[in-house]
């Protein structure tokens, strides 16, 4: 697979390719439905799979910190992707010049004359251009005018829902990770690497691996049994907690801590995965230490029966 940052970085295609477009936040069950289908075309047309993304994303533009919380960070989106037999990424910056592009610029400049598509698959619930007025119909006519086929992404159904973005994170936010991982294909989980952090929990008796989230907003907050990857091509057991910490300074930055069960090495640096299995409970702030203390010990002991049970 082929990253490209921007239009200036992406080379002529000159017999086309197929195309699909998305935010893929997640890269859902759903989403790779889409990329089957898209695959399948490329297969018949004999030409490349290209799949654009914006960052940020359209919504974080338009509504700031009140937009939806993100599922995945960009690199977190590029690894996945990475897994797929897609040939371009094509990564497009979100801005004020891309937020009033005309529709129908759009289809010319971008879809015609630089990507020369061949095959759309799209959602009909999408929207592109300045006031939101290009949509499915309008490709399904412009693709008439410019000789390329439009087709329906169509709903991935489970249990009768449509598998969305917004229903993962609906189900994150209470708690429910078993279907959460239905609808992804995978359990949720983070990647970053492993930062200094202020030493409180080795002060405590429970060293941790601190991962910062880099998000306006989180889709999972609170204490959860969890497995690493990234060492060693081992999995590990642990106990992690997201949030602000509020027993210590409840700043605004959410930070991702994993305690990991008899294991002492130095991983500062490290590039790792961290795997949401179970929720234990919700971030709460303690009037002591000593408190907080007795609480990670019955987490810890929560956490190893979950695994032991599972």
Request: overall charge neutral; proline content about 3%.
């Amino acid at each position: 697979m082929h990253v490209i940052r921007g239009l200036a970085h992406l080379e002529p295609l000159k017999n086309g390719c197929v195309l699909t477009i998305g935010n893929f936040d997640g890269l859902h069950l759903g989403h790779k439905a889409v990329i089957d289908k898209l695959v399948q075309q490329g297969e018949r047309l004999d030409l490349p799979v290209v799949v654009i993304i914006f960052e940020q994303q359209p919504l974080e533009y338009f509504l700031g910190d009140n937009a939806p919380s993100r599922l995945m960070r960009l690199r977190e989106k590029v690894i996945q992707f990475s897994q797929l037999p897609i040939d371009e990424l094509l990564i497009l910056r979100f801005n004020r010049h891309f937020a009033d592009y005309e529709a129908d610029d759009f289809v010319q400049e971008l879809l015609v004359d630089k990507l020369k598509v061949k095959h759309l698959v799209i959602g009909d619930d999408f929207h592109f251009g300045k006031a939101r007025r290009g949509n499915f119909a309008l490709l399904k006519e412009r693709g008439q005018q410019f000789g390329f086929e439009v087709e329906d992404t169509q709903s991935c159904l489970q249990a009768e829902h449509r598998i969305s973005s917004t229903l993962i994170r609906d189900a994150l936010g209470v708690g429910n990770l078993k279907l959460a991982k239905q609808m992804l294909g995978r359990d949720y989980s983070v990647c970053g690497r492993v930062a200094h952090g202020d030493k409180r929990g080795r002060t405590l008796g429970f060293p941790t691996a601190n991962i910062e989230m880099f998000r306006k907003n989180t889709p999972v907050d609170g204490v959860f049994a969890v497995t690493m990857t990234g060492i060693d091509n081992k999995e590990f057991q642990g106990v992690a907690n997201v949030g602000t910490r509020p027993t210590f300074d409840g700043s605004s930055k959410v930070i991702l801590e994993t305690h990991l069960f008899d294991f002492n090495q130095e991983i500062y640096g490290s590039y790792v995965e961290v795997h949401f299995k179970h929720k234990i409970r919700n971030e709460i702030r303690f009037e002591s230490l000593e408190q907080l203390k007795t609480q990670i010990n019955e987490d810890v002991v929560v956490a190893k029966q979950f695994f032991q049970s599972s």
